[in-house]
């Protein structure tokens, strides 16, 4: 009961204090008796209560290309973004994939990445004993690749073009099951890695 007042105190202070609603403390007739909101209020509110939820440390997110999140997160996240303390990643893939392409698509990955791993056991860089997420981590940073569009033009959509994200997208080899032709963009990450992308 305690943490359903809690959260109940938390979208009242969303309504009133973020998006400026008035309280609602009188008695209503009719059935209908809340407000209608454009799509971004509620991404807003999501986003917010999220961050409000999450324990303190680094915050990492993982999103689509998404219009309006170019606004709302720098905006909800920002102290967590100004502390070095908040990754956004965003990813896309194909979605139309069918089975058959899917199927061709892993086995030809799981026989790629088979091939580096032994390559790479010959070379000495990696041994018998690697984990398999150390193999599978080597084998993204050695064959990923920046991913533009058809006319070599970046993938950001307009919100994204400015110069405060970056506009690079890479394009991953892997293709786990269900999500093939991945490919990654780094809008907002910590100074350190900023500098290294």
């Known amino acids: 009961m305690d943490r359903a007042s809690h959260d109940r105190r938390q979208v009242r202070k969303i309504a009133e204090d973020w ?16 407000a209608t909101t454009k799509d971004i209020y509620t991404k807003a509110a999501h986003f917010a209560l999220l961050r409000e939820m999450l324990p303190p440390g680094h915050v990492t997110i993982t999103t689509e290309q998404e219009a309006t999140f170019a606004t709302l997160l ?8 100004r502390r070095g303390a908040f990754t956004w990643l965003m990813m896309s893939f194909n979605k139309e994939a069918t089975k058959p392409e899917i199927l061709q698509k892993v086995r ?13 056991m010959y070379d000495g860089f990696l041994t018998p004993d690697s984990e398999a997420s150390e193999v599978t981590r ?4 050695k064959a990923m690749s920046v991913a533009t569009g058809p006319k070599g033009q970046s993938l950001s959509i ?10 690079l997208w890479v394009r991953s080899p892997a293709q786990p099951s269900g999500e093939l032709d991945k490919v990654v963009a780094f809008p907002l990450v910590p100074r350190g890695l900023r500098q290294t992308l």
Not at 138 to 141: K, R, T
């Open 108 to 120: 030809e990955s799981k026989k790629r990445r088979w091939e580096f791993y032994n390559a790479a």
């Open 138 to 141: 080597a084998f993204i940073a």
């Open 158 to 167: 307009s919100n994204y073009q400015g110069a405060a994200f970056p506009r």
């Open 74 to 81: 720098p905006h909800i996240f920002e102290q967590e973004i």
């Open 19 to 34: 998006f400026g609603f008035k309280a609602d403390t009188g008695q209503s007739r009719g059935s209908f008796r809340g």
